[in-house]
């Protein structure tokens, strides 16, 4: 990777998390009560707060990217892997939700994802469930 790209990286890490830092001062995390997310739930995590929509696609349609400022998209764009279509079951290297949540809080060695440290982990529990609803509506 060129230096000006890991540059690039670094910048659009500080871009995202302080928007979410942002966020998450907006909105009080709802208390969840079930042991089993809860894929709605997880769906406003990921189109919201998560940020996850922002390189996922809105509700993980690819071809559903939100409008973000110019040089946040430019960056986006660029990323190398680029974000995984989180609707193709097939496309995804990550087996179980144990991994998946190692790459969701310590994120996704040698690609453009960043940790997220400000999903509470009943949140983070919601968007794998969701996470799951998207593999099987995509198959
Ligand atoms: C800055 C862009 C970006 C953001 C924001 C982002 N991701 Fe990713 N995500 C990626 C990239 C890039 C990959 C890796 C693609 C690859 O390895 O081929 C990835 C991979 C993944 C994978 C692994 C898929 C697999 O099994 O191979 C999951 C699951 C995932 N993201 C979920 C999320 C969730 C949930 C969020 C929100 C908390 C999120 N991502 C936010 C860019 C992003």
Redesign the pocket.
Known sequence: MSRLSCIGLVM??IL?SDRALVLADRQQAKPSTAAQGDAERGRA??NGR???Y???GVDGYRDKMPQLAADTAAL?AQ?N????D?RNSK????KTDK??TR??REG?P?????P?QT?TDPELVD?LAY?ALLRREGS
């Open positions: 659009l890490g995202l995590v990921f998560g940020i996850c922002y390189c996922h986006i990323l892997p680029s974000p995984t989180l496309a995804q290297h990550l991994q998946r790459a969701i996704h040698g690609t453009g994802m960043f997220d999903m968007t996470l």
